[in-house]
């Protein structure tokens, strides 16, 4: 493969306008979400001062999302879905509007604050799923991985700036104008939904709990589905290593603050060079299943090297490979959900991998914690990291159907419906059937 073929594969952008309209208003939503997320963490220490309710902070972000995420899943696949992203975008954008008219009000109530980021994270979990599912109603099948690789660097990119940039503008502006910065990426983003086609889906389809769980079921007894949850709640819930940064940094780097700034970038600096200069191997390859299992694997490795670096600039390379490899393996998984996954249920499938990869990262940050207050932080890194290694060896020698998984090789001339209906073909071929 020629060395140009590694590199970010930016093909989606420019054969579909839609697309092209969509990934710009994700990629800026992103953006002025992460500065959102800082400003509210800065405001809710300035109100109270208290530990505590930053972590409560992190809860009611947290279960809407889950439960509406989850309940989003059922009405992707029972309505339209351009309106479905329509409707919870504008409740985004009205929610940030909202905070940043208490902000101007120096209205200073926790309650209100707290109810505004709930409906927030209630409205993005609601749309998510649908939104997930456009990138294969946009783009011919050959070219979905593509789309959530450039997806994912928008995201990787978003995390990387976002935090700097809202410490700036709280620094120079105050928090009225983070929160301002949130509404007008939220309306850019509106903009780009209602520019897109319909997005019908098959009739007949319910929401509801019923349905919910149906669609959990669904991913349950499909290998390939199945496999890609477990690989990503093995690599989560065993080796996530940020809550003990803060701990690292004090026992090893004499707690420099600045020092703490680096940890938490450089996994996103190396999930962003990996965006540009690895995904279109990733794009590019057959085997994505396979794909999944070895950039798994390489985090966990990756992070059983950041627990034992004695020194910051190993810590800094090992935690750049670590993200590096999970923007790879999320391109990989995030593609295969997409392609292997029938339309009539993609808003559902795509609210279990929406959930799964929004609370196992919270979870294992809680058991790195608890495991670290037990022993110490290299164990907990060390134990983690070996511990997601296992797992994913595990997972690939006993899940044959990803090992083997095959994306398609449609041509740049298919059309969305083309695509949709491979990913059904895909299912057949390679085996993923219910038992």
Not at 4 to 20: C, E, G, K
Not at 21 to 40: D, E, H, I, K, P
Not at 159 to 168: F, H, I, K, Q, S
């Amino acid at each position: 493969m020629s060395p140009r073929r590694h590199l970010l594969d930016v093909r989606p952008l420019r054969s579909s306008a839609p697309f092209r309209r969509l990934w710009l208003g994700s990629s800026l939503s992103a953006l002025g979400q992460q500065v959102t997320t800082v400003a509210v963490l800065f405001q809710v220490w300035e109100l109270t001062g208290d530990p505590v309710w930053t972590g409560v902070l992190g809860l009611v972000r947290a279960v809407p999302l889950i439960v509406c995420g989850l309940l989003g899943g059922t009405w992707a696949d029972a309505v339209d879905r351009r309106k479905l992203v329509l409707l919870t975008t504008l409740g985004q954008l009205v929610a940030g509007a909202g905070l940043a008219l208490q902000a101007v009000l120096r209205v200073e109530s926790l309650v209100l604050l707290l109810g505004l980021v709930a409906v927030m994270s209630a409205c993005g979990g609601l749309g998510a799923p649908a939104k997930r599912t456009f990138v294969p109603r946009l783009l011919p099948a050959d070219l979905v991985a593509a789309g959530v690789a450039l997806q994912m660097l928008a995201f990787q990119v978003a995390m990387l700036v976002g935090p700097a940039l809202a410490g700036a503008v709280i620094g120079w502006w105050g928090l009225t104008v983070c929160y301002l910065l949130e509404t007008v990426t939220a309306a850019v983003s509106l903009w780009a939904v209602w520019r897109l086609p319909a997005v019908p889906v098959a009739r007949g389809q319910g929401a509801g709990w019923r349905a919910t769980v149906a669609g959990v079921r669904f991913v349950t007894r499909r290998p390939v589905l199945r496999g890609l949850m477990v690989t990503d709640l093995v690599a989560t819930l065993t080796a996530m290593p940020i809550a003990l940064f803060p701990l690292v940094n004090e026992e090893r780097f004499g707690g420099d603050p600045q020092v703490l700034g680096l940890l938490l970038s450089a996994i996103a600096v190396g999930g962003t060079a990996a965006g540009l200069l690895l995904s279109g191997a990733v794009t590019r390859a057959r085997r994505l299943g396979r794909v999944q299992f070895v950039a798994a694997g390489v985090w966990g490795l990756g992070l059983t090297g950041f627990g034992l670096a004695g020194q910051l600039w190993l810590a800094l390379a090992t935690l750049a490979v670590a993200g590096a490899a999970d923007t790879l393996s999320v391109t990989a998984r995030g593609a295969i959900v997409q392609l292997a996954t029938p339309d009539s249920h993609r808003g559902r499938v795509s609210a279990v991998d929406h959930v799964v990869g929004a609370a196992g990262p919270d979870v294992g940050n809680a058991r790195a914690g608890f495991v670290a207050g037990l022993t110490s932080a290299p164990v907990a890194l060390v134990s983690g990291g070996l511990a997601c290694v296992v797992g994913v060896v595990w997972v690939a020698l006993s899940n044959r159907e990803l090992r083997r998984y095959e994306q398609p090789a449609g041509s740049a001339a298919q059309t969305a419906e083309a695509g949709a209906a491979e990913a059904h073909d895909q299912i057949d071929r390679t085996g993923v059937s219910s038992h």
